[in-house]
């Protein structure tokens, strides 16, 4: 199943508008800024106030509207073109971790189960055994450090 039949029938449209707005609301708002900034600076010359310095006031926002129109419209494509990117890096810094660590893994893994192994057989050899929930107690203890049955022995 192509991504394309995955989205929702409006989907392809909407984004087609977008597009299109938002570089031309982007297009406009930079058109308004330099109408603005050039108002501005050719009223240096004279002793007037810029007449269309307010351009420049009304493009920033239109400008900002169409950046984000246009994020939106482009979102997909820049997401993927980004994991293309990404992924392959991601997984040879995972393979190169996975080599790198292979020898001291198994060194805790046996540590550990050497631990668990010396630990129960201890347990075994010095504690009882809970007749109610099976937990290894203390040997002088009378009653169950879990569920407070009474051990015997």
Known sequence: MSEETKLDPKHTSTRQTLRVLGPTVAGIGVLLIVIGIGSFFASFGSFGPPRYFWCAFLGMPLLFAGLVLSGFA????????????????????????????????????????????????????????????????????????????????
């Open 74 to 153: 482009f979102q997909g494509a820049m997401a993927r073109y980004q994991a293309g990117e990404v992924a392959p890096v991601a997984k040879d810094t995972l393979n190169y971790l996975a080599e790198g660590t292979q020898e001291g893994a198994r060194t805790m893994a046996a540590a550990m189960g050497e631990g668990l192994a010396t630990g129960l057989a201890d347990a075994e050899k010095t504690g009882n055994r809970c007749p109610r929930c099976s937990q290894f107690n203390d040997a002088d203890a009378k009653f169950c450090k879990h569920c407070g049955a009474g051990l015997t022995g």
